[in-house]
């Protein structure tokens, strides 16, 4: 189905009425965005905003909660299927989200981000400008990023300038 904003959204994506759409977004089969936060102390209330921006591509099977204040997309992103987005986060312009990859509550992920397969961003974590993420690699609060690196492990280590 396209919306009147350019939108393609396939009739099994789960759509909340706590969402709000930009223009030229693909959602595809099986998505559940606006679910409630998976947090112990919110799990039962209403979730709250997530906004969507421009041009998105969002795969089969992703996942993007509902915040206990605002989820927050940017533009042109591209999530691939079974990634899952924790509630309150921001995902800025551009990032690339593999397949499997999980990102936790209340992260800040920078423009041009490339998340590997299956990696884990532990929630609070914020993932500097054009940082590139292994696949399977494990971000902890206590990893220390720079902007244009490489980074991979469990937990991450530092592979280099992202060029």
């Known amino acids: 189905m396209v919306d009147s904003l350019g939108n393609n959204i396939h009739p099994t994506a789960i759509i909340g009425s706590n969402v ?3 223009k030229n977004n693909y959602i ?12 112990r102390g919110e799990w039962n209330k209403t979730p709250n905003k997530i906004t969507i921006g421009n041009n998105n591509v969002i795969t ?4 993007i909660d ?21 509630h309150d986060c921001i995902i800025h312009n551009h990032t690339t989200i593999s397949c499997g990859a999980k990102i936790g509550g209340h992260c800040i992920i920078n423009d041009e981000v ?5 990696a884990v961003i532990h929630q609070r974590v914020e993932i500097p ?4 993420i292994g ?8 990893s220390i990023l720079q902007p ?7 937990p991450v280590k530092e592979l280099g300038e992202n060029i």
Not at 60 to 63: E, I, K, P, Q
Not at 129 to 132: E, P
């Open 114 to 118: 490339n998340i590997g397969l299956n």
């Open 135 to 142: 696949a399977s690699a494990f971000v902890g609060k206590k």
């Open 66 to 86: 509902g915040g206990m204040v605002e989820t927050i997309i940017g533009n042109s992103n591209f999530f691939m299927k079974h990634s899952h987005i924790g």
């Open 129 to 132: 400008r054009r940082c590139m």
């Open 20 to 22: 709000t759409l930009g």
């Open 60 to 63: 089969g099977l992703v996942t």
């Open 148 to 154: 244009r690196h490489k980074y991979a492990g469990v």
């Open 28 to 39: 595809g089969a099986y998505c559940i965005i606006g679910d409630n936060a998976e947090h």
